[in-house]
């Protein structure tokens, strides 16, 4: 399939009368999931240039920032896939090269494909996986297969999260609204705002009533109002639905966008707010977004971290790969014209959405 060049990266595409999808061919992230009759594309776009990972240096660009972090901020874009870890590296792993939500993210694809259907394939060398993605148009429906192979001899404790980060003009302060079959949730235990984040640090709390620092509650459903905020939650999915899913819904727009996927694969849902509060390279004070990460893990952190805490409300906070085994997930995005929000959402595996 024909390679193109998309915010000056190189890129492949995938359509349907209703839906445009673009693919980095570095880092392999889903850029753009366009709603072509609004001309609206839900995912986040960040505000710095971006530029493909195999041209990154950390020794000679500091213009994302000088840590872990930098070499996937220079190439960041919209949906980004955190295998086998989901955040930071531990100290000795970023000393060998482990970035920030692993190699998954900054890794070359080779992608094959056609009009309708794009397959992409990366051997991730750190951890010793391979990884198959296959994307296909199904109307508004985009529907994702992905399997990952343990080349290893050994059983291997994975994160593994589908990192969907929202941005504007979709996500508007005080406007955009989510939902999502949430039930057991939990701040973040440690303050990343610098004191900027208005959520109490730590606190256990039900979707979708988030405990303020300084008394009452936040309502998750609605982006925040504020001009500065950030934090970060995390919200168990109703264990006794098989699929769980967010949808956001922008009222400006009147679009509906979203993820379905099943609940057993992915049991946590993260919600990552940044509202204009970090202020370092490339953020700049100037960055907007809002992440519904779904995925293996509840909080994003080293692996030494991840395999520690083991669980969190009794649900396993990582999932194992066998050796020499794959492991298969599906799930879909689909974005539709839409009067309101609805609060229930079901996949049936094709090509059809229901919601009420």
């Known amino acids: 399939m024909p390679e193109i060049t998309y915010r000056g990266r190189r890129a492949f595409q995938i359509a349907s009368p209703q839906v445009e999808v673009t693919v980095l061919a570095e880092g392999g992230h889903i850029a753009s999931i366009l709603h072509k009759p609004s001309a609206t594309n839900p995912l986040w776009t960040p505000p710095w240039p971006s530029m493909e990972?195999?041209?990154?240096?950390?020794?000679?660009?500091?213009?994302?920032?000088?840590?872990?972090?930098?070499?996937?901020?220079?190439?960041?874009?919209?949906?980004?896939?955190?295998?086998?870890?989901?955040?930071?590296?531990?100290?000795?792993?970023?000393?060998?090269?482990?970035?920030?939500?692993?190699?998954?993210?900054?890794?070359?694809?080779?992608?094959?494909?056609?009009?309708?259907?794009?397959?992409?394939?990366?051997?991730?060398?750190?951890?010793?996986?391979?990884?198959?993605?296959?994307?296909?148009?199904?109307?508004?429906v985009v529907a994702v297969t992905e399997t990952v192979e343990n080349l290893s001899s050994t059983d291997r404790p994975i994160a593994w999260t589908q990192h969907v980060t929202l941005g504007p003009p979709f996500l508007e302060r005080g406007k955009t609204q989510f939902r999502a079959p949430g039930t057991r949730s939990k701040v973040i235990e440690f303050d990343f705002t610098e004191g900027k984040g208005l959520q109490k640090t730590g606190a256990d709390f039900d979707w979708p009533h988030c405990p303020r620092k300084d008394g009452g509650s936040i309502d998750l459903r609605v982006y925040p109002a504020a001009e500065v905020s950030a934090g970060y939650t995390t919200h168990l999915m109703d264990p006794h639905r098989e699929q769980a899913f967010f949808v956001a819904w922008s009222p400006a727009a009147r679009l509906l966008f979203g993820y379905v996927w099943n609940r057993s694969d992915f049991p946590w849902l993260g919600r990552w707010e940044e509202n204009h509060s970090r202020t370092n390279p490339p953020w700049n004070g100037n960055t907007m977004t809002c992440g519904m990460e779904f995925g293996a893990?509840?909080?994003?952190?080293?692996?030494?971290s991840m395999i520690e805490r083991g669980s969190l409300f009794g649900v396993p906070g990582y999932r194992w790969l066998t050796a020499r085994s794959k492991a298969t997930v599906q799930y879909c995005a689909f974005a539709r014209a839409a009067t309101a929000i609805p609060q229930n959402v079901v996949w049936d595996g094709g090509g059809s959405i229901t919601y009420a």
């Open 53 to 140: 990972p195999s041209m990154f240096d950390r020794a000679k660009t500091t213009a994302y920032g000088h840590d872990a972090e930098s070499k996937l901020l220079a190439g960041i874009m919209g949906h980004n896939l955190c295998l086998d870890v989901f955040g930071g590296p531990g100290k000795e792993e970023e000393a060998a090269g482990v970035t920030v939500h692993g190699e998954a993210s900054v890794a070359r694809y080779s992608i094959t494909g056609g009009a309708g259907s794009l397959h992409m394939h990366a051997e991730l060398k750190q951890p010793g996986l391979l990884l198959d993605r296959h994307i296909e148009m199904r109307g508004d």
């Open 297 to 304: 893990s509840p909080m994003p952190e080293t692996r030494r």
